[in-house]
C-alpha cells in the first residue's frame, strides 16, 4: 500500500434541474477539505459528463476537486459520509469520488 494517495471529486456546477450551484457550496467545501487536510486544489476547467438515472438524460458542468493525502483508513472512512453531504448539499442523486494510489518524488 502506498503511504499517499489522491482523492478526486467531481463537483458539478450545475443541480441537476439545470440551475446554477451558487459558488458559495463550491467554495465551502474547499475550506472543509483544506481544513481537514491542510491543502485542496481544484481545476477550473469544466469537465462536461452525460449519464442516464432511470431512463433521463443528465448532463453535467463539472469542477475537479483533489486532496493529496495520507493513505489511511479515516482519510477513506471521511470521504464515505462526506459524499453523502456533498450529495444533499449539491441535490445530486450520485456524486463521483475516487481515491486512488500516488508516488511523491
Known amino acids: 500500500m ?3 494517495c489522491r482523492c478526486e471529486i467531481l ?3 450545475k443541480f441537476n434541474d439545470g440551475q446554477p450551484v ?3 457550496r463550491i467554495t465551502e467545501a474547499l475550506l472543509e477539505l483544506e481544513q481537514r487536510f491542510g491543502a485542496v486544489s481544484c481545476e477550473t476547467q469544466i469537465i462536461h459528463g452525460i449519464w442516464r438515472h432511470q ?3 443528465f448532463r453535467d458542468d463539472l469542477i475537479r ?3 493529496d493525502m495520507e493513505n489511511k483508513p479515516e ?6 459520509g462526506y459524499k453523502e453531504q ?4 449539491f441535490k445530486q442523486l450520485d456524486l463521483w469520488i475516487t481515491i486512488y494510489p500516488i508516488d511523491l518524488v
Do not use: I
Open 2 to 4: 502506498s503511504d499517499w
Open 11 to 13: 463537483l458539478p456546477s
Open 22 to 24: 451558487p459558488r458559495e
Open 55 to 57: 431512463g433521463q438524460r
Open 65 to 67: 476537486v483533489f486532496v
Open 75 to 80: 482519510h477513506r472512512e471521511f470521504f464515505t
Open 86 to 89: 456533498l450529495k444533499a448539499r
